[in-house]
């Protein structure tokens, strides 16, 4: 029988096998001998690394927070923005790298990332790298402008560019809601807080048609404005490019909104012309290296588990800026995603852990709250508002706001006096929501019938039966103009003398993009997410520092082996909302005959679900700005 030593021994020996891998036992040693006849070791000289170009492929959706990536089962994967914009910054400082190529492949990046991704090209340039943009195809206004932030713009010669405007359309549903009799009953703290104009009317208010208006001008303004530097052109002259599109690849050059038409291997060629023939092509660049499973060895399978579970620990007492991201729909606890949504939640519960743990971490000198919602839960909000002060008692706290930060995701950022913010993000949106469905009539016309029973006078104000009698609805604006004044005092007491018009010509729904949020001190900086984690590391006084997502991603490894590990990013009785059978049945047939109007109408009862989930919702309107 093996000793309990011996057992330890073994379990050793299996740890250090998994560890250094079979070859480890196989590598020659300098033997006794060697070293006593004075045999020098061969010096080898380091060859110079080969000139490398670092190729980005972008396809499908740029997403805000970040997933673990150790393991790629197969598949596409998502491009999480910071890690993309880590590879890039690295690739500027790596003397080896003599050119960057990004090659759009239809993806889906919204106005403000398409701005990060530009400032990564910026930084790029100074270090002397070549950016050359490459695509198949443009289509879209604002893939251009993404596109057009290289040095070197090309594209193939069947490629069509669809640079011909920003187009949108904001779905009204009453008119569907009185055939089936449904009568929607909403109210609304604000003439410009539009969230519920979907459901009540046939097409937009006088104040929602005025602020669609005012933000397409200031979006368009700012594309166009990005473009012309990109180009070296004049505004003139690219709104004459927009105006005169869609362009084949031959015209586009000839107009000068391509510099070159040519295939893949051609570009290929050029490369290999002006860098040699030995330049490396990483595909892969800056991406962690991924385990290899060795099944020819029996500690392979020890090895490979050991290296995914290594390859996702971090420093833990390295100084680090944490970044805790407020990503989607802004809900009290997760339920499993939203089933109309189809996107992620923030979920109050988990944002609240991560800051308090960001706040105790004495390693962590400094935090990034990265804001990308249309905002939500009005009492979700102010749980992650809170927490932030929370942090900023004890550290610097930054805001840096994505693509929307509006209504409550602007209520979660009025704990700091620091907030970042692009031209073209969508921010704003001071007002709450709140209302239900009457079905009554719908099931009368069914034929069902039901019998209501309560006890205490408002016990059915939420009940789908009917409307609001005037009783209840004067309760529910009072308790939802209560919760509105909170909101505003919250915005005047963070904001103060920097506020350029009274709270209340600010508020009431109104919509802004970036760069009017600054002009009305809404904000504090016009800059991306990099700018607002610099601002931080200075503002701890860091200059050597890691940036750590709180709470960490896990790998597919922890998911498998703790699945549940996590219990507050679930909803407190652990069930997804009840889901739309009739909905997701009609879905892809919609989705087939027109993606972007069914994508609209989808976003549209989403706005509706969450409503019926959270109550009282500080939330943005569709704004159907097709960006």
């Known amino acids: 029988m093996m000793s309990i030593r011996s057992r330890h021994h073994f379990a050793l020996a299996v740890a250090l096998a998994a560890a250094l891998g079979t070859e480890a036992w196989n590598t020659p040693r300098a033997t006794a001998q060697d070293a006593a006849a004075g045999k020098p070791e061969p010096e080898k000289k380091p060859e110079p690394p080969k000139p490398r170009v670092a190729v980005f492929r972008l396809s499908g959706a740029v997403k805000e927070t970040p997933r673990e990536e150790v393991l790629n089962l197969g598949g596409e994967t998502s491009t999480p923005l910071w890690t993309l914009i880590e590879r890039m910054d690295k690739a500027a400082k790596d003397p080896a790298v003599k050119a960057v190529v990004v090659i759009l492949e239809g993806p889906s990046v919204g106005a403000a990332q398409v701005a990060e991704i530009r400032r990564a090209f910026d930084r790029l340039k100074a270090a002397g790298k070549e950016v050359i943009g490459h695509a198949d195809t443009v289509g879209s206004l604002g893939q251009y402008v993404l596109l057009s932030g290289a040095s070197r713009v090309s594209v193939v010669p069947t490629a069509d560019l669809w640079i011909t405007g920003i187009y949108g359309e904001a779905p009204y549903l009453r008119g569907l809601l009185d055939k089936v009799g449904v009568k929607p009953d909403f109210l609304t703290c604000g003439d410009y807080k539009s969230a519920a104009e979907m459901f009540l009317r046939d097409g937009p208010s006088k104040e929602a048609e005025a602020m669609q208006n005012w933000l397409l001008d200031s979006l368009f303004d700012t594309m166009v404005s990005r473009i012309a ?21 031959e015209k586009a050059r000839a107009l000068g909104v391509v510099d070159v038409v040519e295939h893949r291997q051609d570009l290929e060629a050029h490369l290999k012309k002006t860098y040699g023939d030995d330049v490396v092509f990483d595909r892969k660049y ?23 579970l290594a390859a996702s620990k971090t420093d833990a007492k390295k100084p680090a800026v944490g970044v805790v991201y407020v990503d989607g729909p802004i809900v009290l606890a997760k339920s499993g995603g939203m089933a109309v949504f189809q996107d992620g939640e923030a979920a109050a519960v988990t944002i609240r852990k991560a800051l308090d743990d960001a706040a105790n971490d004495d390693a962590i000198k400094a935090v990034v709250l990265r804001v990308d919602s249309p905002g939500g839960s009005a009492l979700a909000s102010e749980i992650i508002l809170d927490a932030t002060r929370r942090v900023k008692a004890k550290k610097p ?11 409550g995701g602007y209520y979660v950022a009025c704990g700091t006096d620091a907030v970042f913010a692009d031209e073209a993000t969508i921010t704003g949106s001071i007002g709450v929501v709140s209302g239900k469905m009457a079905v009554g009539e719908l099931y009368d016309k069914l034929g069902v019938t039901f019998k209501a029973y309560r006890r205490g006078q408002n016990a059915g104000m939420l009940a789908s039966a009917d409307v609001f009698s005037p009783a209840e609805r004067q309760k529910m604006q009072e308790y939802m103009n209560e919760i509105y004044g909170e909101f505003k005092g919250h915005v005047v007491a963070i904001r103060g003398a920097k506020l350029k018009k009274p709270i209340d010509d600010l508020a009431g729904g109104r919509v802004y993009t970036g760069k009017q949020a600054l002009e009305l001190g809404l904000i504090d900086k016009l800059g991306g997410f990099h700018d607002a984690v610099r601002h931080a590391a200075g503002a701890a006084n860091l200059e050597d520092f890691d940036v ?4 960490k991603p896990r790998t597919i490894i922890e998911e498998l082996v703790e699945p549940d590990a996590d219990d507050d990013r679930k909803g407190l009785v652990g069930l997804a909302p009840p889901r739309s059978i009739l909905l997701e049945q009609a879905a892809p047939m919609l989705a087939a005959l027109d993606p972007i109007r069914a994508g609209a109408v989808r976003l549209a009862l989403g706005r509706l679900e969450l409503i019926r989930r959270e109550g009282v919702v500080a939330m943005m309107p569709e704004l159907g700005l097709g960006r």
């Open 229 to 249: 530097a990109g180009r070296k052109a004049s505004p003139e002259l690219v709104r004459a490019w927009i105006d005169s599109g869609p362009h084949t690849a």
């Open 286 to 308: 800056g991406k962690k290296a991924e385990p290899k499973l060795d099944a020819t060895s029996p500690f392979g399978l020890f090895k490979f588990l050991g290296e995914v």
């Open 397 to 407: 706290l930054v805001v840096s706001m994505g693509d929307v930060a509006g209504s």
């Open 548 to 551: 750590r997502t709180l709470p």
